[in-house]
């Protein structure tokens, strides 16, 4: 984290005035960015509040993927202050390689949206969301932001405009990967030197993104050949101990469509 953070010039506390009272938290501002987290209102029976992190970048600005590469802040929520929310989960639209100069990386150039899951202890109790975002934006150099951000879900149950922004961004998540569409791994002479196909229904290029995670480590994925699907991924590390997680989390893009999934762990 030291290395990571050395990169960075400055970091920015985002201030946002404290919104106890609604479904949407007040805008955070902060250099080349704003955010805020937008809930679709009341819970469900099974206590699941779906909501959107909104990252409103200012044009030249950038923010992260899930995983940031080797110099970057991937987007974190932390809710160790919310009353009655147990857990918080976040998905990822897709994203797009990026090259500062210094570094490959996979991020977003455009405003965007997270889709957000929280999860109350109980779904009949009354909730709020104090939040902790924790994210890198960059244009020549790169900043982190933090920002505190508070509302509650229940008060937002009749905005249509809060439920249209929530649902936007779940419609702009990738399509769930199958056998026929979807990430797998190939055989590999060099135990360090991981390969991947991707399979696609009908031919033309992939453009793939693999997640650090658990552990492992890994490299950029280069494409064997200009018209491949076949890509290397170097294996810098892994864990003593395979995980029992769902494996590696990947997004793969492709002009037919895009889809999510996770590859085994290796």
Not at 2 to 8: K, P, T, V
Not at 110 to 121: S, Y
Not at 163 to 188: H, Y
Not at 202 to 207: D, I, M, Q, R, V
Request: glycine share 8%; hydrophobic share 45%.
């Amino acid at each position: 984290m030291n290395r990571l953070l050395s990169l960075f010039a400055i970091l920015l506390l985002a201030s946002a005035p404290s919104v106890a009272h609604s479904a949407s938290s007040a805008w955070a501002d902060a250099q080349g960015t704003r955010i805020r987290i937008v809930t679709a209102g009341a819970p469900n029976a099974e206590g699941v509040v779906r909501g959107a992190l909104e990252i409103d970048l200012r044009p030249g600005w950038k923010t992260y993927w899930r995983d940031p590469g080797a110099s970057g802040v991937p987007p974190q929520i932390d809710i160790a202050g919310s009353v009655n929310v147990s857990a918080v989960e976040m998905d990822f639209p897709a994203p797009a390689w990026h090259d500062d100069g210094f570094s490959k990386w996979a991020g977003y150039d455009k405003p965007v949206a997270f889709p957000v899951t929280f999860r109350l202890a109980d779904a009949k109790a009354p909730a709020r969301i104090d939040a902790s975002v924790f994210l890198g934006v960059c244009e020549t150099i790169c900043i982190p932001v933090q920002a505190k951000l508070e509302l509650v879900p229940e008060a937002g149950r009749d905005s249509s405009e809060d439920s249209r922004i929530v649902a936007l961004a779940w419609e702009k998540l990738p399509a769930k990967a199958t056998p026929d569409f979807g990430l797998k791994w190939g055989r590999s002479q060099d135990a360090a030197k991981l390969q991947l196909e991707a399979v696609t229904p009908s031919p033309g290029k992939a453009s793939i993104f693999v997640a650090s995670t658990e552990g492992y480590e890994l490299g950029l994925p280069k494409r064997q050949g200009a018209d491949s699907n076949v890509f290397s991924i170097k294996l810098v590390a892994r864990p003593k101990d395979k995980p029992a997680g769902a494996g590696l989390p990947y997004t793969m893009v492709t002009d037919r469509g895009v889809v999510s999934g996770y590859l085994p762990y290796p």
